[in-house]
């Protein structure tokens, strides 16, 4: 990634921003979606200022930071943008890329059109998952104040998109099932499937021994469905 004035700019903003988060959420994981997703452009034919872009603003506007009615304005993205003087017909599609990322908007059929924005919607699913992963949903868990494991509270199936914004998991445990085991099956591209697989795969050997060490033997059927 070529790093020019302008992005080494967006990147100070981006990290004032999130640089409070508790949850996961913050700078550091804006940096690995970025380097994934520069790992995932290789050879490929894009607009590697664009791919840069989406990258560091994807998560400024987050419902789980500025709350659900204004994460459709986008008002930080865009202060960003302006501020660092990047043209209007740029903004626009970052906009239109950022738009289409996220595991929500995914539950409801929208999913990135452009190939820079594949690139960097399977680079942030993949920092869901693998080692890193498990560390993030801990910590948001943690965060949160929420249970680690339920064992009498299974998964539901088929969260529906406002559900899952407004009410997430309602155990750590509970959040590999209805969103981080399901992340493998939703990547866009090839080095992004191949990335997610051994992601996966890591989740599924963590939560083996986990279940064995907790004698929840009832959760190893579900967890079958996810091999």
Not at 213 to 222: F, G, S, T
Request: one cysteine or more; aromatic letters at 8%; proline letters at 4%.
């Amino acid at each position: 990634m070529i790093k020019t004035p302008m992005l080494m700019k967006v990147e100070s903003m981006v990290k004032d921003i999130l640089s409070q988060d508790k949850t996961g959420h913050g700078f550091d994981h804006i940096q690995r979606v970025l380097d994934l997703s520069m790992s995932f452009a290789k050879g490929q034919p894009i607009d590697e200022e664009l791919v840069s872009l989406v990258a560091l603003l994807h998560d400024v506007d987050d419902y789980k930071f500025v709350g659900i009615e204004n994460a459709t304005l986008y008002k930080n993205a865009r202060s960003i943008m302006r501020k660092c003087g990047f043209h209007d017909s740029l903004q626009t599609k970052v906009i239109s890329n950022i738009q289409r990322i996220g595991y929500s908007r995914c539950i409801e059929g929208i999913r990135p059109i452009t190939l820079e924005g594949q690139i960097v919607s399977d680079a942030d699913m993949c920092d869901a998952i693998g080692a890193t992963g498990l560390i993030r949903v801990t910590t948001y868990g943690l965060a949160k104040g929420q249970p680690y494991f339920l064992p009498n509270v299974f998964p539901q199936p088929n969260h529906d998109a406002d559900a899952y914004r407004k009410n997430g998991s309602n155990h750590t445990i509970n959040h590999f099932f209805d969103k981080l085991l399901k992340i493998k099956n939703l990547m866009m591209t090839e080095l992004g499937k191949k990335e997610a697989i051994a992601r996966h795969q890591f989740l599924i050997t963590f939560l083996d021994q986990f279940f064995k060490e907790e004698k929840a033997d009832e959760w190893l059927p579900i967890l079958n469905n996810f091999r």
